[in-house]
């Protein structure tokens, strides 16, 4: 499975950064000398009557999407057309992601930056702050549950967010189960990478009206944030429409338009 592979993958890496640059080492530059306090990524989806955006930066999915897109001028692009906040790609070998992507986009477009990374280790927790991440993406399949509340509890020690991440009923279950506060439905199944676009919508009524509902994955026009929009859906994350786009501010106003 696709899912597993990219695990495995991480997992190693992990491994690897840990001892080039031991965990004790990032834990006293991110609790020692600070990076700022993260900007909120919660407060940025809550638009009532509305439905926030995270617009995302990734270069490559299944295949280059926009392999010579400009960093800060797509996240500028994205701010300008009314994104919420930001998601960017870290993952190098299946995305052609970079850590040192997070800093600058959050300079560049003043929005929350979520780090989006299969995250497999409290390491990366540490990580993404030191990085310069506001927010982390915590996918609940990738995860047991003792250590999705460990770096869900590391998370709110550093006082970043966290996407919960889940494709199923069960998973919507467990994100709830764990305390999650921001829980995405994702369209697509990693295991697969098929994409069922209604998901979403279905499984909206599993979670409670309290917690902060992202649909992602395979959403293309406004008819189809129109219908996310009518389920209850809070937000939606965006990427390989908006990186395809030859003007990504108009398309992203073009998506978050309202109804006629």
């Given at each position: 499975?696709?899912?597993?592979?990219?695990?495995?993958?991480?997992?190693?890496?992990?491994?690897?950064?840990?001892?080039?640059?031991?965990?004790?080492?990032?834990?006293?530059?991110?609790?020692?000398?600070?990076?700022?306090?993260?900007?909120?990524?919660?407060?940025?989806?809550?638009?009532?009557?509305?439905?926030?955006?995270?617009?995302?930066?990734?270069?490559?999915?299944?295949?280059?999407?926009?392999?010579?897109?400009?960093?800060?001028?797509?996240?500028?692009?994205y701010a300008a057309g009314g994104a919420s906040a930001l998601s960017v790609l870290t993952d190098e070998p299946f995305f052609g992601g970079r850590l040192d992507d997070l800093r600058p986009a959050s300079a560049a477009s003043g929005l929350p930056v979520?780090?989006?990374?299969?995250?497999?280790?409290?390491?990366?927790?540490?990580?993404?702050?030191?990085?310069?991440?506001?927010?982390?993406?915590?996918?609940?399949?990738?995860?047991?549950?003792?250590?999705?509340?460990?770096?869900?509890?590391?998370?709110?020690?550093?006082?970043?967010?966290?996407?919960?991440?889940?494709?199923?009923?069960?998973?919507?279950?467990?994100?709830?189960?764990?305390?999650?506060?921001?829980?995405?439905?994702?369209?697509?199944?990693?295991?697969?990478f098929n994409v069922d676009r209604e998901l979403a919508i279905r499984l909206r009524p599993s979670i409670p009206p309290d917690r902060i509902v992202v649909a992602e994955s395979g959403i293309r026009d406004a008819a189809d944030v129109a219908r996310l929009?009518?389920?209850?859906?809070?937000?939606?994350?965006?990427?390989?429409?908006?990186?395809?786009?030859?003007?990504?501010?108009?398309?992203?106003?073009?998506?978050?338009?309202?109804?006629?």
């Open positions: 499975m696709i899912l597993d592979d990219i695990l495995a993958r991480t997992r190693a890496e992990v491994e690897a950064r840990k001892k080039a640059r031991p965990a004790m080492d990032l834990y006293e530059e991110v609790t020692v000398r600070g990076g700022g306090r993260p900007r909120s990524l919660s407060a940025a989806l809550r638009r009532p009557g509305a439905i926030a955006c995270i617009a995302e930066f990734k270069r490559r999915s299944a295949g280059w999407i926009n392999e010579k897109a400009d960093l800060e001028t797509q996240v500028r692009a979520l780090r989006k990374d299969f995250m497999v280790d409290t390491y990366q927790v540490a990580e993404a702050i030191a990085a310069g991440a506001d927010a982390i993406l915590l996918i609940v399949a990738a995860l047991d549950d003792k250590m999705l509340a460990r770096m869900l509890s590391l998370a709110r020690g550093f006082k970043m967010d966290a996407l919960v991440e889940a494709h199923d009923e069960a998973e919507v279950a467990r994100a709830v189960a764990a305390g999650a506060q921001i829980i995405g439905i994702n369209n697509r199944d990693l295991r697969t929009r009518e389920a209850g859906v809070d937000a939606i994350l965006v990427g390989e429409t908006l990186m395809r786009a030859p003007d990504p501010a108009a398309a992203l106003r073009g998506l978050l338009a309202p109804p006629a």
